[in-house]
């Protein structure tokens, strides 16, 4: 089982960007299907993007299409989430979590992180 820490969030002003880092450890990224996800308060945890096992598909929510991307380092066993032009309602606890198998099933995830939180006000 791989182990997930987040990175990266903070505390950001509405059209500033933050690049967000997950780590695994005890298994190689090569094997995972790595996503996004997060939590607004007071709401369900929602998708925000994917890649697959070798990092050459990705996909995302329609909300950050555009302004966030997802990439992967499987030499460096890290997924990143470059997220620009942030709006407030971007503020959430973003997790990482990862499947073993070749693509991202958003209810079906295997391993997550304990989250990092990103804030930002208008």
């Known amino acids: 089982q791989v182990q997930l820490v987040e990175s990266g969030g903070g505390s950001v002003q509405a059209g500033d960007s933050l690049r967000l880092s997950c780590v695994g450890s005890g298994g190689s990224f090569r094997s995972y299907a790595v996503g996004w996800f997060r939590q607004a308060p007071g709401k369900e945890r929602e998708f925000v993007a994917g890649i697959g096992r070798g990092g050459g598909s990705t996909y995302y929510d329609d909300s950050v299409k555009g302004r966030f991307t997802i990439s992967k380092d499987n030499a460096k066993n890290t997924v990143y989430l470059q997220m620009n032009t942030l709006k407030p309602e971007d503020t959430a606890v973003y997790y990482c979590?990862?499947?073993?198998?070749?693509?991202?099933?958003?209810?079906?995830?295997?391993?997550w992180g304990k989250g990092t939180l990103v804030t930002v006000s208008s």
């Open positions: 979590a990862a499947r073993l198998g070749t693509v991202v099933v958003p209810k079906n995830m295997d391993n």
